[in-house]
């Protein structure tokens, strides 16, 4: 509703959350950048044991091991980093619990405060933190100082499986370009596939982000075909010296 009492700006009961919105964004780039890992880490890697071999079950296993060991450590990654920011989140939200039921006056100045300063007037910024206050004065707090909503926290374990299961589909495909074609036509094709790949997971993820999107693409393929070269070129000499 808006500040002059009218009922004109109300809000149609379907529409998304944007901080919703948001979070779901944060995923899906999250989920991205996994792919986006998985593909570069696996074709290095698979790049690398095929210059050296011709043995497919040599590539297989160095695939197969290189897959496991990258979605673990991504995972775990990502759970301790989870767990660190949400173990902070709440010792903020408890803070703030304790502050709103010892000093509930300061509290209500402080949030009046924060929309003063966001442009109201004293009275108007007033009135808004004593209605959120009334409504839900524990939330409202969370929302405005702390920026966090807290029936949305983030879980460790969802951002560990998924991160761990984006890193697998993304390593999923040099992984099968590399083994499915004649020997010969091996790294071309997984050269090919993987650049096609990261052209289009770095496109998605600078079109959620916002930015250029041309540069942001550059950038990924260029790391993707470096990776690739500097561990063929390894594979290469381990090959020919027979290591
Ligand atoms: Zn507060």
């Given at each position: 509703?808006?500040?002059?009492?009218?009922?004109?700006?109300?809000?149609?009961?379907?529409?998304?959350?944007?901080?919703?919105?948001?979070?779901?964004?944060?995923?899906?780039?999250?989920?991205?950048?996994?792919?986006?890992?998985?593909?570069?880490?696996?074709?290095?890697?698979?790049?690398?044991?095929?210059?050296?071999?011709?043995?497919?079950?040599?590539?297989?296993?160095?695939?197969?091991?290189?897959?496991?060991?990258?979605?673990?450590?991504?995972?775990?990654?990502?759970?301790?980093?989870?767990?660190?920011?949400?173990?902070?989140?709440?010792?903020?939200?408890?803070?703030?619990?304790?502050?709103?039921?010892?000093?509930?006056?300061?509290?209500?100045?402080?949030?009046?405060?924060?929309?003063?300063?966001?442009?109201?007037?004293?009275?108007?910024a007033?009135?808004?933190?004593?209605?959120?206050?009334?409504?839900?004065?524990?939330?409202?707090?969370?929302?405005?100082?702390?920026?966090?909503?807290?029936?949305?926290?983030?879980?460790?374990?969802?951002a560990?499986?998924?991160?761990?299961?984006?890193?697998?589909?993304?390593?999923?495909?040099?992984?099968?370009?590399?083994?499915?074609?004649?020997?010969?036509?091996?790294?071309?094709?997984?050269?090919a596939?993987?650049?096609?790949?990261l052209?289009?997971?770095?496109?998605?993820?600078?079109?959620?982000?916002?930015g250029?999107?041309?540069?942001?693409?550059?950038?990924?393929?260029?790391?993707?075909?470096?990776?690739?070269?500097?561990?063929?070129?390894?594979?290469?000499?381990?090959?020919?010296?027979?290591?």
């Amino acid at each position: 509703m808006s500040v002059d009492g009218s009922a004109a700006g109300e809000p149609h009961p379907h529409e998304p959350h944007t901080e919703g919105l948001a979070s779901r964004l944060n995923w899906l780039r999250a989920g991205v950048l996994g792919a986006n890992d998985g593909i570069v880490s696996t074709a290095g890697l698979v790049v690398g044991v095929a210059a050296a071999t011709t043995e497919s079950s040599a590539i297989l296993t160095a695939g197969i091991a290189g897959l496991t060991a990258g979605a673990i450590s991504m995972a775990a990654g990502e759970y301790v980093s989870v767990s660190t920011q949400r173990d902070s989140e709440k010792a903020l939200l408890s803070k703030e619990k304790r502050e709103l039921a010892e000093e509930p006056e300061f509290e209500l100045a402080e949030l009046a405060q924060i929309y003063r300063g966001k442009g109201l007037s004293a009275a108007t910024a007033r009135q808004v933190a004593l209605e959120l206050t009334e409504h839900d004065a524990f939330r409202a707090h969370a929302e405005a100082e702390l920026g966090l909503d807290p029936t949305e926290l983030t879980n460790p374990w969802a951002a560990a499986i998924s991160s761990a299961v984006s890193f697998t589909l993304g390593a999923l495909l040099p992984l099968l370009a590399i083994l499915l074609p004649p020997v010969s036509w091996r790294i071309p094709v997984t050269f090919a596939a993987v650049l096609v790949a990261l052209a289009i997971t770095g496109t998605v993820s600078a079109r959620l982000g916002g930015g250029d999107s041309r540069r942001a693409v550059l950038r990924v393929v260029i790391g993707g075909a470096l990776a690739m070269a500097v561990t063929y070129g390894i594979g290469q000499l381990a090959g020919v010296s027979g290591i």
